[in-house]
């Protein structure tokens, strides 16, 4: 008699971990965005939401049997470096059929504070799973400009935005009457900082309970 076909490997899926973010700016205290008038910033409470978007229902069609998901995450407080780092990381995950051609949207939402995310980041599917570990830059919701840490918000120092004089006196004469001149200073360079999304990826069984061994890396190399 004929054996019956040998049956289809399991489909795998992509699951992904939220792992936080880096040099996220802090709250500032007089309200704004980004504290331009030096009365110091505050730790906030921040949370990430992952879309998925299909590009087919921009032009009114969608894939048959499969609607787009939205994950939020658990809320996390900055750190005074603006750092934003998911303790509960194997909580923080959600999963994806690698097989479709959509994207990933990210959302950065401050709790009770905006109702549009503070930062986003987007990146399809098909990128996605080309490697284990992602930093994705962050950008403004508005603009899609790059968000940058609190440190590049603040207005520039007096000492950075102009050079100051300094006055050398001669070594010739000991004298409080001799000949001095203004030497100046170049402007020092300010540093500015982009926020990053930091993820990790792997591929996996539908509902298997496989988890990163150590919490995913938030550092430059990660």
């Known amino acids: 008699s004929a054996s019956s076909p040998p049956s289809p490997p399991p489909e795998r899926h992509l699951r992904v971990w939220i792992a936080g973010c880096t040099d ?12 331009c008038c030096g009365c110091g910033e505050s730790q906030r409470d921040v949370t990430v939401c992952a ?4 590009p087919a229902a921009a032009s009114g ?5 499969h609607l787009p998901a939205t994950y939020i995450f658990p809320a996390t407080r900055q750190n005074e470096r603006g750092e934003v780092r998911c303790e ?22 401050v709790l009770q504070e905006r109702s549009q995310p503070l930062a986003f980041a987007e990146i399809p599917i098909s990128d996605l799973k080309r490697q284990r570990r992602w930093r994705l830059l962050l950008s403004e919701p508005d603009g899609h400009q790059a968000v940058y840490s609190a440190d590049s918000g603040s207005a520039p120092s ?3 935005s102009a050079a100051w004089p300094t006055l050398e006196r001669s070594a010739s004469s000991q004298s409080s009457s001799s000949l001095t001149r203004t030497r100046f200073e170049p402007p020092r360079p300010t540093v500015r900082i982009p926020a990053f999304l930091h993820i990790e990826v792997a591929f996996t069984l539908p509902g298997a309970s496989s988890f990163p061994r150590s919490p995913p890396s938030l550092s430059a190399n990660g």
């Open 158 to 160: 007096v000492a950075s």
């Open 51 to 54: 879309s998925e978007i299909d």
């Open 61 to 65: 069609s969608v894939t048959r049997g």
């Open 88 to 109: 509960h990381y194997e909580q923080s995950w959600f999963e994806v059929r690698p097989d479709r051609g959509w994207k990933i949207r990210f959302e950065v939402h």
């Open 24 to 35: 996220l700016p802090l709250r500032s205290q007089c309200g704004c965005f980004r504290c």
